[in-house]
């Protein structure tokens, strides 16, 4: 981020001001800790502020501090348009194209307020008047950090500011052992400690909250797990109605993928996960070394993300997107062999 934005920024948030704060449709850790991290500190500044989440967020991220006071945009429409209306500043974290806010695009495009974009993820769209945007960053939480260092304001980090932020670098580094996470994460979540982040408690509060249904929904994910050990890739797939049984909540398949990742030899992952109400297959990538699933999923599954880390979606129904996964992933071989 340029000087001059700073020094923009800086004037703009002199004055109380109208400010909401809007994260991605289906918002993770690094989405609403970035966004509640930032919530925190501009109220601490007086400002008006809103956070308008497109939908809702998982349960394991609900007891983090200002969680309460989320909006979601699907379930108070005219409420929250008239908040976006009335902003005079748009903070947008952790994504980067306004199509990744679904129902809300059209009333933020049509916003006159100042726009101000953080976030972590490559090739960002122009919609911003002020864009700080850096894919080498761990997540967006490790950004907005680096925001309030800019503005000169990491004296007014509170406890429940560093708890959101941790979080947030928690969830989207995978406890700190993806590639993206450097020393300088380290650094910030070392300061952010000192901030009052409770670093066991925010584990035990996002990871060892496994209700009994969602425990029996990842032995039905490990039962559909399927490995493709020449190409050293493995998927799992979930059904609508296996969902259905076992009384899927949001955030329920958060970390699935990650078991097909962890077998001995395989180097690229996924989840397939129906969702008839949106007629589509949701799909997350991860991968390890070099291959890069933001490019897999962008050539085929109308996605992206980061190298080891994207999301895509299919349109086809559940046994059709997995047979073209498996058609396409031959023409990989080379890059799986490495």
């Known amino acids: 981020m340029i000087e001059q934005s700073i020094l923009e920024i800086t004037s703009a948030l002199s004055v109380a001001k109208n ?4 994260p991605h449709k289906g918002p993770d850790g690094d989405a609403i800790g970035s966004c509640l991290g930032l919530y925190h500190f501009l109220k601490e500044k007086k400002h008006e502020v809103k956070v308008i989440a497109p939908n809702d967020f998982p349960q394991f991220l609900k007891w983090l501090p200002g969680s309460e006071d989320v909006l979601i945009y699907e379930n108070e429409v005219d409420y929250c348009t008239t908040l976006i209306d009335a902003a005079e500043i748009v903070f947008t974290l952790d994504f980067n ?3 990744r806010t679904g129902a809300m695009e059209e009333p933020l495009r049509a916003s006159d307020a100042i726009f101000i974009m953080i976030d972590h993820h490559p090739e960002p769209s122009d919609y911003a008047n ?6 080498t960053m761990s997540s967006t939480c ?3 950090f680096k925001f309030l260092q800019k503005l000169r304001a990491v004296k007014h980090i509170s406890p429940e500011i560093a708890t959101c932020l941790y979080t947030g670098i928690m969830t989207d580094t995978g406890s700190f052992r993806y590639r ?3 020393s300088e994460t380290h650094r910030v ?3 952010l400690i000192d ?3 409770d670093n066991t408690r925010i584990h035990q509060q996002v990871f060892d909250t496994f209700s009994q249904n969602r425990m029996q929904l990842l032995g039905v994910a490990l039962q559909n797990l399927r490995v493709n050990n020449e190409l050293r890739t493995a998927y799992i797939t979930l059904s609508q109605e296996e969902l259905d049984k076992n009384n899927f909540r949001k955030g329920d398949t958060e970390g699935f993928v990650n078991y097909g990742l962890s077998l001995e030899g395989i180097i690229f992952a996924a989840i397939f996960i129906e969702h008839k109400k949106e007629g589509i297959i949701k799909i997350s990538f991860r991968s390890k070394g070099n291959f890069s699933v933001n490019a897999f999923s962008r050539a ?3 996605g992206g993300g980061h190298l080891n880390a994207a999301g895509g979606k299919s349109e086809l129904s559940l046994e059709n997107t997995v047979t073209k996964f498996n058609a396409v992933l031959p023409e990989y071989k080379e890059e799986l062999s490495l």
């Open 19 to 22: 400010i909401v704060i809007v």
């Open 97 to 99: 194209v306004l199509a």
């Open 130 to 135: 002020h864009t700080y945007s850096d894919a």
């Open 142 to 144: 490790q950004m907005v």
């Open 180 to 182: 993206s996470t450097s």
């Open 189 to 191: 979540i070392a300061e």
């Open 195 to 197: 901030k009052g982040a």
């Open 300 to 302: 085929h599954f109308s």
